[in-house]
């Protein structure tokens, strides 16, 4: 147990489905990216990490605390910003009383202390202006922001993101990715993403997970150099290749065994990312 | 954290300040002012730095700073339901009451559900003039109040809400107490319509402690659901079977249902659930339990 956050052996199915089988793996202060495809046990790590959900076997270990404890599953909330997939959204909230509902969850008491702490990050996603407008008014974009606010309150040591930029534009992930450099200073940072530009742009680690297990950890540099020799260009697709697919230039990527005269390119993330799931056999959606 | 999200307007700036003439005026003496004037001007404030800034420089002092902060605080206090009001007439604190307050069991579409339902549970028995559909339905109100209250769409801003401290069977009991409080005291107002019919009208009572009680405790397993709706099935199939078992000309107010055997068994009923509350209170605290 050398991190923050730090898994050992840790299990968790639900009836016959094994999401998570029996992991080991150490956060560390910095952003880590977990990059898998839809049921790979990405969520369901992160509602471990966060005490949403229990672990069935192994031991989890949150700054020294044990989250299968009652009083350990507290110290840790105390220190946690969780933003789930899907938040729910009482449609008579505003993005203001979605906001101080969560900060009382989180024992805000002092109303005058809690509404600057609301104000604050409601600042610092850029919803000051619409604060006072019900959430069932908000655009997709704005909603994901409101839900990312109430990550952010009380600057937590420990953020657990699961897919903060889905529904994020272009511009707006731009922007979360500044917003998240400032705010994983000196917290460990925890995100699911299936946006491979985001890894590489955010996270120091990336951490990926196939079928429920650990297939890959290091850096983004990394992941992109296992596909290094191994993608190459061309004008009409190749059967040889792992994975092909034509890009907006009208040219065929392809990942997999060059041939010969093969004109390689330099590897993304993305490229480690499909071969490695190419490798490990698991049915990924082509990239984005 | 101070940065903004960049692109959008610092919501402290605004294009157009006020005079100084404005400020010096406003800060000493400010019932000197147009009241119109001031008033906008007050709201001006609110949304400028600068300008609370220049005031606060005039005035000099960490009191407008902290007063500015209280005005803030107010205007930004989130509308609070009549329930959320008597609560802290009552005085509960308002964070309390917005965590009591916010959920679908105290809306008045819910609650006027089961007034509705108690309404026609009386207007059956004064028809039939037997206490029987009255003591029938009575207990199966508070069930539709905790569905309400903790089914797994029910909490104000969802799974956000599971890993948070305040989450667990403190906030469960606390928020399923003032639900049950609301019923009951409909359920009470019915029980007086419903008169001295031809049983012990309260026989309703303890089913319906028994049956919420019942459900949160297989809100444990299940979600709540599921957990209510088999005891609601449950207490109908009950109902029926012993009617049954007394004879289809017995009335229901008669029935060994609402009879002390009855009544013990839901005492009972309610003892175990209770006890199971309390041996499985940790799952309240993940999303495995009811929220």
């Given at each position: 147990m050398n991190g923050d956050v730090s898994a050992h052996g840790v299990t968790k199915a639900f009836g016959p489905l094994v999401?998570?089988?029996g992991i080991d793996v150490d956060f560390e202060p910095g952003v880590t990216g977990l990059l898998g495809p839809?049921?790979?046990?990405k969520t369901t790590l992160m509602r471990m990490v966060a005490t949403v959900v229990a672990a069935d076997s192994g031991r989890l270990d949150v700054f020294g605390h044990d989250p299968s404890t009652g009083a350990g599953r507290l110290e840790i909330r105390r220190q946690l910003g969780y933003l789930p997939q899907e938040p729910g959204f009482h449609?008579?909230?505003?993005a203001f009383d979605f906001v101080d509902y969560v900060a009382i969850l989180k024992e805000w008491g002092d109303r005058s202390a809690r509404h600057d702490e609301v104000r604050r990050v409601l600042t610092v996603v850029g919803l000051a202006s619409v604060?006072?407008?019900?959430?069932?008014?908000?655009s997709g974009g704005m909603r994901r922001r409101v839900a990312i606010a109430q990550a952010l309150l009380g600057s937590p040591r420990l953020l657990v993101l699961d897919?903060?930029?889905?529904?994020?534009?272009p511009e707006q992930r731009l922007r979360f990715r500044e917003l998240l450099g400032t705010a994983a200073d000196g917290a460990t940072v925890l995100l699911s993403t299936h946006q491979t530009d985001d890894v590489a742009a955010l996270c120091n680690r990336v951490v990926v997970l196939l079928a429920g297990r650990i297939r890959f950890v290091g850096s983004p540099g990394d992941l992109a150099q296992r596909a290094d020799e191994r993608v190459w260009t061309a004008s009409t697709r190749d059967a040889r290749a792992e994975v092909a697919w034509v890009t907006g230039d009208g040219a065929v990527r392809h990942i997999g065994?060059?041939?010969?005269?093969a004109q390689l390119v330099v590897p993304t993330v993305e490229d480690g990312y499909l071969l490695l799931a190419r490798e490990a056999d698991v049915a990924v959606v082509g990239p984005s | 954290m101070s940065n903004t999200w960049m692109g959008d307007p610092d919501p402290s700036e605004t294009a157009w300040h006020a005079p100084r003439s404005l400020i010096d005026r406003f800060a000493v003496d400010?019932?000197?002012?147009?009241s119109a004037v001031a008033a906008s001007f007050e709201a001006h404030l609110v949304a400028c730095a600068r300008c609370r800034d220049a005031v606060t420089e005039r005035v000099g002092g960490v009191v407008l700073e902290d007063s500015w902060r209280r005005v803030a605080s107010l205007i930004d206090t989130p509308h609070l339901s009549i329930l959320e009001r008597v609560m802290i007439r009552l005085g509960v604190s308002d964070s309390t009451a917005r965590l009591l307050g916010g959920?679908?069991?105290?809306t008045l579409a819910t609650l006027g559900s089961v007034v509705t339902l108690a309404a026609m549970a009386v207007a059956t028995s004064r028809i039939t003039d037997s206490a029987g559909g009255f003591l029938v339905v009575a207990p199966l109100l508070p069930l539709l109040a905790i569905v309400a209250a903790?089914?797994?769409?029910?909490?104000?801003?969802g799974e956000a809400?599971?890993?948070?401290?305040?989450?667990?069977v403190g906030l469960v009991l606390r928020r399923a107490a003032v639900v049950l409080s609301a019923v009951f005291m409909v359920l009470g107002v019915a029980d007086l319509a419903v008169g001295?019919?031809?049983?012990?009208?309260?026989?309703w009572l303890l089913p319906a402690l028994a049956l919420p009680v019942g459900a949160l405790a297989l809100g444990t397993w299940f979600r709540a659901e599921v957990a209510a709706m088999t005891l609601g099935i449950g207490w109908m199939v009950v109902v029926l079977g012993v009617r049954w078992t007394n004879?289809?000309?017995?009335?229901f107010a008669d029935?060994?249902?609402?009879a002390p055997p009855g009544q013990v068994a839901a005492f009972v009923l309610l003892l175990g659930a209770a006890a199971v509350v309390v041996v499985r209170r940790d799952q309240f605290q993940t999303m495995e339990g009811v929220r």
């Open positions: 999401a998570v089988d839809n049921g790979a046990g449609r008579n909230f505003s604060m006072h407008k019900r959430i069932g008014r908000l897919e903060p930029t889905a529904g994020l534009d065994t060059p041939p010969v005269d | 400010p019932g000197g002012v147009d959920t679908p069991a105290l903790f089914a797994s769409v029910a909490d104000p801003v809400a599971v890993p948070t401290p305040m989450h667990g001295d019919l031809n049983a012990p009208v309260v026989a004879g289809l000309h017995t009335d029935s060994t249902t609402f």
